[in-house]
């Protein structure tokens, strides 16, 4: 579970930071990073499966036998891909072990879960691709694809889960936060634009809630904030 951040800028400083130890952040912690366009940027510390929102959005790589389970995936009980797919049976494992749902970069797909399985109304799963070949720059397109998605099913509140510390990949929080929130923004304004134009529905998404784990708060907390300070100078 992790979240946004940017490229440029002082964002090294970020990233540097992460070699260093960092205070674990209880969970339940939420914090307004800031606010573009009128949308609220919402940073809590939780899991995928207990957040509450309109929308979840998870992502996954492609599959491989039992990757969310084996390690260098986090532990069960750190892992919020793993009580995701427990919240619902399974099925998230099911899906990608059968491959209706492969799991290729930027691929989705849209689940309606039980009353009650999990905090959020609806879940979309967004795929990364290979593993082997991850990129931070590529969550720039997944937090627009993200941010499309929401649009068009019209909700109010999207928490959105990279779960790529989940998965074991060692990739730089402050970095992949920021790209997500950047992406988010470029699909957000160009429906914006649209809507000036009278050839789109009136936007509906009022805050995004991105998820860290309790190590990688502030570390994406401050890529989050760089990338609000970018969007906002524009």
């Given at each position: 579970m992790l979240v946004?951040?940017?490229?440029?800028?002082?964002?090294?400083?970020?990233?540097?930071?992460?070699?260093?130890?960092?205070?674990?952040?209880?969970?339940?912690?939420?914090?307004?990073?800031g606010t573009v366009d009128g949308v609220t940027i919402e940073g809590l510390v939780n899991g995928p499966s207990a957040a509450v929102a309109d929308l979840q959005i998870a992502c996954v790589f492609e599959y491989t036998e039992g990757d969310i389970f084996k390690s260098p995936a986090l532990p069960a009980e750190l892992n919020g891909m793993v009580h995701l797919d427990e919240a619902l049976k399974g099925i998230i494992t099911e899906?990608?072990?059968?491959?209706?749902?492969?799991?290729y970069a930027l691929e989705t797909l849209l689940m309606d879960p039980p009353k009650g399985s999990m905090g959020s109304k609806k879940l979309l799963l967004i795929g990364l691709g290979d593993r082997n070949n991850?990129?931070?720059?590529?969550?720039?397109?997944?937090?627009s694809v993200a941010m499309r998605e929401a649009l068009r099913l019209k909700?109010?509140?999207?928490?959105f889960a990279s779960d790529i510390k989940d998965a074991g990949i060692d990739?730089?929080?402050?970095?992949?936060?920021?790209n997500v929130v950047l992406g988010a923004f470029d699909?957000?304004?160009?429906?914006?634009?649209?809507?000036?134009q009278h050839v789109s529905e009136k936007m509906t998404v009022k805050k995004l809630i991105l998820l860290a784990g309790p190590p990688f708060f502030t570390v994406a907390g401050g890529g989050i904030k760089e990338a609000i300070d970018q969007l906002n100078a524009k």
């Open positions: 946004a951040a940017l490229v440029g800028g002082s964002i090294t400083n970020y990233v540097s930071a992460q070699q260093t130890a960092e205070v674990k952040t209880a969970v339940g912690t939420k914090k307004v990073w899906v990608r072990k059968t491959g209706k749902f492969k799991g991850f990129d931070a720059e590529l969550m720039k397109k997944v937090g909700v109010q509140t999207v928490s990739s730089p929080t402050a970095l992949v936060a920021g699909a957000y304004r160009a429906q914006a634009y649209l809507n000036t």
